[in-house]
């Protein structure tokens, strides 16, 4: 393992156990790939290639499937005390952050993030599978109903689903992953991953991790393709269970299968959240909490809020401040841990953008900071970088205050009164994540009750691993984290007796 730090990275030092391979993880061996194709891994910052993968076929998801089945039905992991599921859970947890800085320089390479985003990939990933291991007491705890009438008893077990498809997107390859597996593991289940074909590389060290803690042979089974291979992997007649973070568009094509196969689906999808500004609001307290809330992982993140709902009082004033926070936030390589900014983590999103922004322009809003490709150094000439951007003078029917942009793109609508401000916040077809930035906190809570979304955060946004986290409307079905996360992995079963 290397013992580099960031701060003195370059692309030529760096050491990094996965580039080019040709294998994917099936039944606790590396084998190699039945389809003959390859997918480049790109770095965005340089615009580079620098690895590769196989792009399997169905004979590839087939054998992972059937690893996992086997291992399911006669293998020991579903038979296991949850205790004892857990405490190789916590062993996980230690062999991933071992791997702390490939974990973070792997990230980094694929899809952009900024090494100061990718740092925390190990310690949030190991935080995930604690807290998931505190659960197996719960798994374990006798639940016996009596009846209502008073003759008899209802014993209530809560056996693991079965083989479950686990499908993750790019711009968190890691722990949108690990959000997954850890209960999926906590229940008994066995699974088949899948990477976004952008960020296939990262995740093959948390399957060294696993593999070091001990799980058994079929357990976890990894592969990696482009998007037929999700499709198989949903349709296989051994799944029992899907669980997809991604798209809305990709998500419904999943939750259309899923439903034609009676087959339980948990799906985390798009958003368009909104902060809203308070009358009282501190601007110099939002200004501090502004880009992790609202532009996290160069406003690549699902559920952060990039619509700025503010008083027409204080418009011009917020308007000012977003402005000045954004401007003066640093952008360039991704491998510089002072780093605010990277770039989009592929063309496509980086094509997507430049539309969003083209758009915005036609429609009248006015571009206070940023709005263009960015010109950056030499080595970073080429990279997909777009300079940090906030639109102020957008209206609820332009497209940048209606879609989806995932990118540094922060917009800046005005209100009349909070019923108004709710009204903006709740006029859209996502529902995922929401911010009230306000100094009186019993106001902010009402105003946050009535936010029509599945997070809000008062003055901040964070997920919490022991609350659920999930999306209403667009943003998905049902949910991940907590009690109700591990619930998505469990089958109930009701023996009655007299």
């Known amino acids: ?108 390479l694929e899809n952009g993030s900024p090494v100061a985003e990718t740092s925390g990939a190990a310690s949030n990933a190991a935080s995930i599978f604690r807290y998931f291991a505190t659960l197996a007491p719960e798994l374990e705890a006798d639940d016996v109903r009596p009846f209502p009438n008073g003759k008899g008893e209802s014993l209530v077990r809560k056996d693991p689903i079965g083989v479950c498809a686990l499908i993750a997107p790019w711009n968190f390859p890691i722990n949108l992953m690990v959000t997954k597996l850890a209960p999926a593991l906590l229940a008994g289940c066995t699974v088949v991953m899948k990477p976004a074909s952008p960020t296939p590389l990262s995740f093959r060290i948390i399957v060294d991790a696993l593999t070091a803690a001990g799980v058994p042979a079929g357990v976890v089974n990894y592969v990696t393709g482009p998007g037929r291979m999700g499709d198989l992997m949903v349709r296989h007649p051994k799944v029992a269970k899907v669980a997809f973070t991604g798209s809305t568009p990709v998500g419904r094509h999943i939750a259309a299968a899923c439903g034609e196969l009676l087959r339980p689906v948990t799906l985390e999808l798009g958003g368009k959240s909104s902060a809203i500004v308070m009358e009282d609001a501190n601007l110099d307290d939002m200004s501090a909490k502004l880009i992790r809330s609202c532009m996290r992982n160069t406003g690549q993140t699902c559920y952060i809020s990039t619509r700025i709902l503010a008083p027409a009082s204080r418009y011009d004033e917020v308007v000012d401040m977003v402005t000045e926070t954004i401007a003066a936030a640093p952008q360039g390589d991704p491998l510089d841990p002072g780093t605010v900014f990277g770039p989009s983590a592929n063309h496509s999103q980086y094509k997507s953008v430049l539309e969003h922004l083209e758009s915005a322009k036609q429609q009248g809003a006015r571009f206070t900071t940023g709005g263009q490709p960015a010109q950056l150094d030499a080595k970073l000439a080429e990279g997909l970088f777009i300079q940090p951007t906030v639109l102020a003078d957008v209206t609820p029917d332009m497209r940048v205050a209606r879609e989806e942009i995932f990118g540094p793109v922060i917009t800046v609508l005005k209100y009349e009164g909070l019923d108004d401000a709710i009204r903006l916040a709740n006029n859209t077809e996502f529902g995922l994540g929401g911010i009230v930035f306000g100094s009186d906190q019993d106001e902010a809570l009402e105003v946050a009750e009535a936010m029509n979304t599945g997070s809000v955060g008062i003055n901040f946004f964070a997920s919490n691993h022991a609350a659920p986290f999930g999306g209403r409307n667009d943003s998905g079905l049902g949910v991940e984290y907590g009690p109700e996360g591990l619930a998505a992995y469990l089958s109930y079963k009701s023996i009655h007796r007299d």
């Not at 692309?11 to 997918?39: A, C, L, N």
């Not at 293998?75 to 296991?80: D, E, I």
């Open 1 to 108: 393992m290397t013992t580099q730090t960031t701060s003195k990275l370059t692309r030529d030092t760096i050491e990094i156990p996965y580039r080019h391979v040709t294998t994917h993880f099936i039944d606790g061996e590396w084998r190699e790939s039945q389809g003959q194709d390859t997918i480049e891994v790109t770095d965005p910052a340089t615009n580079t290639i620098w690895g590769s993968v196989p792009v399997g076929n169905e004979k590839d998801v087939n054998a992972a499937v059937e690893a996992a089945h086997a291992a399911f039905t006669t293998g020991p992991w579903s038979k296991t005390t949850p205790s004892e599921r857990a405490a190789i859970m916590l062993r996980i947890a230690d062999e991933i952050e071992k791997r702390a800085t490939e974990l973070s320089l792997t990230n980094t």
